[in-house]
């Protein structure tokens, strides 16, 4: 029996837990790795992902699904076990990266649009046949002089509104995320700046996503927080969380079951803190967790620094932070718990 939209998404946003974003792709990883002067190839970057897999504990508490890059959705641990077997033994949920990345948008300076949607429909057949049960696709929004124009929110709007239609239609959940980046040139924009251009691509993106057809009941929210750009000045977590509730409130419908939030380049613990408080402080329509790359990978990776040796190390500072962010998740989080471990 095909399980229902409605039930997968439920399950990606449950109580306490949330999202690995393990979906670089191989030029991201490249960089990531470089930062700990490792080569990125086949093996290594399997070895790294079956690194957090196997982190038992965290899978099974605090992760609800994982999002793969293609390579990793066909790739096997070293004993011949699939990747995606060890997601599922863990009880959670296998998810795909379907977009072909943020490419120059024409005759729009300075901004890009979201590739990916040629052969899609085929794609997302083969991946579900991969165990995938959902998707994600992310459009990437800048902050500059005259930037972002309208032209360019409407087309990458378009574009997410017609992947989510073709990913419900293959049974899949897509994670919607249009991501207003807090770096980028010169990323010194003000919150104020960040709340009215976040508010105004969510509201394009459910306009769109309204005329695709798109069941919301059957999606997840990905969206950035509502922050300082990352070379201005930095609110307090609290305005950083009162701030993104209001905005989220005033364009999400409640008929989303989650969101869960990039981190986009906070540090680990500003990741933690503002899903905490915004968690802890305010009475919310939908479920909000994490879906984090950097912030639950960046320790781990400098903990494992690519050598088998240190494997439990760096499967200890995942579930560290893999802990820290499932409490945020619930509001219960706080900097006591940091410092104790
Ligand atoms: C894991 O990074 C994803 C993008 O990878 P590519 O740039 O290589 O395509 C990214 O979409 C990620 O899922 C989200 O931005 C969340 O990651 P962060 O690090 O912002 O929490």
Same mark, same amino acid.
């Given at each position: 029996?095909?399980?229902?939209?409605?039930?997968?998404?439920?399950?990606?946003?449950?109580?306490?837990?949330?999202?690995?974003?393990?979906?670089?792709?191989?030029?991201?990883?490249?960089?990531?790795?470089?930062?700990?002067?490792?080569?990125?190839?086949?093996?290594?970057?399997?070895?790294?992902?079956?690194?957090?897999?196997?982190?038992?504990?965290?899978?099974?508490?605090?992760?609800?699904?994982?999002?793969?890059?293609?390579?990793?959705?066909?790739?096997?641990?070293?004993?011949?076990?699939?990747?995606?077997?060890?997601?599922?033994?863990?009880?959670?949920?296998?998810?795909?990266?379907?977009?072909?990345?943020?490419?120059?948008?024409?005759?729009?300076?300075?901004?890009?649009?979201?590739?990916?949607?040629?052969?899609?429909? +085929?794609?997302?057949? @083969?991946?579900?046949?991969?165990?995938?049960?959902?998707?994600?696709?992310? !459009? %990437?929004?800048? &902050? *500059?002089?005259?930037?972002?124009?309208?032209?360019?929110?409407?087309?990458?709007?378009?574009?997410?509104?017609?992947?989510?239609?073709?990913?419900?239609?293959?049974?899949?959940?897509?994670?919607?995320?249009?991501?207003?980046?807090?770096?980028?040139?010169?990323?010194?924009?003000?919150?104020?700046?960040?709340?009215?251009?976040?508010?105004?691509?969510?509201?394009?993106?459910?306009?769109?996503?309204?005329?695709?057809?798109?069941?919301?009941?059957?999606?997840?929210?990905?969206?950035?927080?509502?922050?300082?750009?990352?070379?201005?000045?930095?609110?307090?977590? +609290?305005?950083?969380? @009162?701030?993104?509730?209001?905005?989220?409130?005033?364009?999400?419908?409640? !008929? %989303?079951?989650? &969101? *869960?939030?990039?981190?986009?380049?906070?540090?680990?613990?500003?990741?933690?803190?503002?899903?905490?408080?915004?968690?802890?402080?305010?009475?919310?329509?939908?479920?909000?967790?994490?879906?984090?790359?950097?912030?639950?990978?960046?320790?781990?990776?400098?903990?494992?620094?690519?050598?088998?040796?240190?494997?439990?190390?760096?499967?200890?500072?995942?579930?560290?932070?893999?802990?820290?962010?499932?409490?945020?998740?619930?509001?219960?989080?706080?900097?006591?718990?940091?410092?104790?471990?």
């Amino acid at each position: 029996m095909t399980e229902r939209l409605e039930d997968i998404a439920v399950a990606m946003v449950a109580s306490g837990k949330g999202i690995l974003a393990a979906d670089e792709s191989s030029g991201t990883i490249k960089k990531r790795f470089d930062t700990i002067n490792l080569t990125s190839t086949e093996e290594t970057r399997r070895d790294y992902r079956e690194m957090l897999f196997r982190s038992e504990e965290a899978m099974k508490n605090y992760i609800s699904g994982v999002i793969l890059y293609d390579e990793t959705i066909r790739q096997k641990a070293k004993d011949g076990t699939p990747l995606t077997d060890l997601i599922r033994n863990a009880g959670a949920i296998a998810g795909i990266k379907v977009d072909a990345g943020a490419k120059p948008l024409a005759g729009f300076p300075g901004e890009t649009i979201t590739e990916g949607l040629d052969g899609l429909r +085929e794609r997302l057949n @083969e991946y579900y046949g991969l165990g995938a049960r959902f998707a994600k696709w992310r !459009a %990437v929004i800048a &902050i *500059a002089n005259g930037v972002p124009t309208w032209g360019a929110i409407k087309q990458n709007a378009q574009a997410l509104a017609r992947y989510a239609a073709l990913c419900q239609e293959a049974n899949i959940v897509p994670i919607v995320e249009p991501e207003v980046l807090m770096d980028g040139n010169p990323g010194d924009h003000s919150i104020d700046t960040c709340y009215q251009v976040t508010e105004w691509v969510l509201k394009t993106v459910f306009a769109e996503l309204y005329d695709a057809r798109v069941k919301l009941e059957g999606m997840v929210l990905k969206p950035n927080m509502v922050i300082d750009g990352k070379n201005a000045r930095k609110a307090s977590v +609290e305005e950083v969380a @009162e701030k993104t509730v209001r905005c989220l409130k005033s364009t999400v419908p409640a !008929a %989303v079951p989650g &969101i *869960a939030f990039l981190s986009g380049g906070q540090s680990d613990e500003e990741a933690t803190a503002h899903l905490s408080a915004m968690n802890a402080g305010y009475d919310l329509p939908w479920n909000l967790t994490f879906s984090y790359g950097r912030a639950l990978q960046a320790a781990a990776l400098k903990a494992w620094g690519g050598k088998p040796e240190n494997v439990a190390a760096g499967q200890r500072a995942f579930t560290h932070r893999a802990r820290m962010n499932s409490l945020a998740a619930t509001g219960t989080w706080n900097k006591e718990l940091e410092k104790a471990a």
